[in-house]
């Protein structure tokens, strides 16, 4: 579901102007058929160059794994989102600045008048690793978050400071699932990212039956300005995983390439080769 809003009689056109802030925009869609087992929603972008290599390297790996060092200090990588306001960034650089911040609620409806809510749950997004080795809060077990945080200002286009980022203190800080998810760059410029899990409850019922939907969206993030698309997915998957068509089409057209070099290469040496081995010597 694109929800840019560059078309005119999109819903979220208006959102495109500065002037309006906040903007919510609601899009209606309907599902054919019905989504069985777990369902997993993802947020996509386009024309965003997450591979630039000065992009890439614009974080300190220290600071999102609690370091209280590089905490007050971060890595001149993180240039030219390293302090602000004479105090170090939290978590500073590039990535995190451009954090994605949209927020997307998702709707059922059904016969009745009011609108079935579908529940997102928002944890369990990021792979167990980031969350549970790659990226660490502070330490102090017994501290509140707000104070192990102190002396640090939050990036420059954030609304609120990394501690604010969930109520639970569990999701919240550098181990948000939502800013780990983000900070793990993507390798082209049209990517999609998980946002949320839609579990499945009944073995009864489907867990997204096919009807009319809508889309609330709080319309935050910005690409307007370089060209780029916004789109929510829904997705399911089976025990071979999701569906991604890339690495099948670029092994066909990989495959396909070698084999007409190695028809043309045959052809030239067949052509073009010494028929005999050996030169006659006349002394």
């Excluded at 181990?175 to 983000?182: A, P, R, S």
């Amino acid at each position: 579901i694109d929800y840019t809003g560059t078309d005119p009689a999109s819903p979220c056109n208006k959102c495109l102007s500065p002037n309006v802030t906040p903007c919510i925009c609601t899009i209606n869609f309907t599902l054919e058929q019905s989504f069985e087992g777990n369902v997993f929603m993802y947020y996509g972008l386009s024309n965003f160059y997450q591979n630039h290599r000065r992009y890439v390297k614009s974080r300190d790996d220290s600071q999102l794994n609690g370091d209280p060092s590089a905490l007050l200090n971060p890595s001149k990588e993180c240039e030219p989102y390293r302090r602000n306001e004479d105090k170090p960034i939290a978590p500073c650089g590039a990535i995190a600045n451009s954090m994605f911040n949209d927020t997307l609620d998702l709707f059922l409806v059904g016969n009745e008048s009011d609108p079935t809510p579908i529940p997102l749950k928002k944890k369990g997004i990021a792979w167990w690793t980031d969350k549970n080795v790659k990226f660490r809060n502070p330490p102090g077990a017994d501290i509140p978050l707000e104070e192990r945080f102190k002396g640090t200002t939050k990036p420059v286009n954030w609304v609120k400071p990394v501690y604010m980022l969930d109520p639970d203190e569990d999701n919240s800080g550098f181990i948000n699932e939502d800013f780990i998810v983000w900070m793990r760059t993507a390798a082209l410029p049209t990517f999609r990212k998980l946002y949320r899990l839609i579990e499945r409850k009944n073995d009864l019922h489907p867990t997204l039956p096919a009807g009319r939907y809508y889309l609330n969206i709080t319309y935050n993030y910005p690409v307007h300005s370089f060209d780029g698309r916004k789109r929510m997915i829904l997705s399911t998957i089976s025990w071979m995983g999701g569906k991604n068509p890339f690495l099948g089409i670029a092994y066909i057209a990989i495959g396909s390439i070698s084999f007409l070099l190695g028809v043309v290469l045959l052809v030239i040496n067949h052509k073009y080769r010494n028929s005999s081995n050996t030169a006659d010597i006349t002394i």
